[in-house]
Nanobody, 123 residues
Framework: QVQLVESGGGLVQAGGSLRLSCAAS????????MGWYRQVPGKQRELVAG???????NYADSVKGRFTISRDNVKNTVYLQMNSLKPEDTAVYYC?????????????????WGQGTQVTVSS
């Protein structure tokens, strides 16, 4: 399968910035969509930002103008630059990727999740 490893979470004061990274590895054939989700206890996981291999992006309304998603297709890595952070941005952030990988000699679909990284914004 394809593994995703996230980094960059931590504790920051309100108004501060953090940058998350997520690197995909494995027998990757191609990656179509990559994105970031977040989840707080007792709530459903929600999409924060997504990007496709063609470069299109989409954002949750709550982060528009503050967060920027970017992608390095050579490194199979997606980034999330988070500025002007608010306490309500506190959550576990998960990376997600969808595409195709080599399963033996066959190309098959995959959808993978990272292990999650905690982002805590203090007021």
């Amino acid at each position: 399968q394809v593994q995703l490893v996230e980094s960059g979470g931590g504790l920051v004061q309100a108004g501060g910035s953090l940058r998350l990274s997520c690197a995909a590895s494995g027998r990757i054939f191609s990656i179509n969509a990559m994105g970031w989700y977040r989840q707080v206890p007792g709530k459903q996981r929600e999409l924060v930002a997504g990007t496709t291999s063609g470069g299109s992006t989409n954002y949750a309304d709550s982060v528009k103008g503050r967060f920027t998603i970017s992608r390095d297709n050579v490194k199979n890595t997606v980034y999330l630059q988070m500025n002007s952070l608010k306490p309500e941005d506190t959550a576990v952030y998960y990376c997600n990727a969808e595409g195709k990988y080599y399963k033996g000699f066959v190309v098959s679909d995959f959808r993978s999740w990272g292990q999650g990284t905690q982002v805590t914004v203090s007021s």
